[in-house]
């Protein structure tokens, strides 16, 4: 069975069911290989007495269970939430015609809060914002990770604790 790994240029949604799977087979198989290989270097290391970083994590998991789920848990998270806020700063800095400025702010760590002053603040340019909205939060994790749209008066703009400038 030959695997069809090379779909370059090629969309997932453009793969046929099958060669989708045997896509994220082939990926599976490369990244178990590495993992293979890790742990049968971590293990030759140890003969000598010295610890890979592999073995160390393996060690902490072993050591405390749940503490390294809910750390792995966390870096999940926060994975996922990277993913997200680049997608949304992509789709507001695709918008740039409209869009005066635009920022993630900084009111906590957590939040995906985003302020959009507008060129011209009307109900069609604020429709294309809450379309992305709309769409986003039929998403199954939007809840876990939400997004907020704030509309702000360029007259305003000083007022915004700005995290990281968009437009």
Partial sequence: ?????????????????????????????????????????STEMLSFGAETTYAQGVLTFLNDPLGALYKMSTDLDNKISEVVDRATKGYIYNQKKQVLKAARTDLSDNELHYCISLKKDTASNRMKFYKFFEFYSALEFSEKFPIYFQFVPIELWDKISVKEEII
Avoid: Q, V
Wanted: hydrophobic letters at 30%; proline letters at 5%; charged letters at 20%.
């Fill in 1 to 41: 069975m030959t695997s069809n790994i090379s779909n370059k240029g090629t969309s997932p949604s453009e793969l046929k069911p099958n060669d989708a799977l045997i896509t994220f087979l082939g990926l599976a198989k490369n990244y178990h290989s590495d993992t293979i290989k890790e742990i049968d270097h």
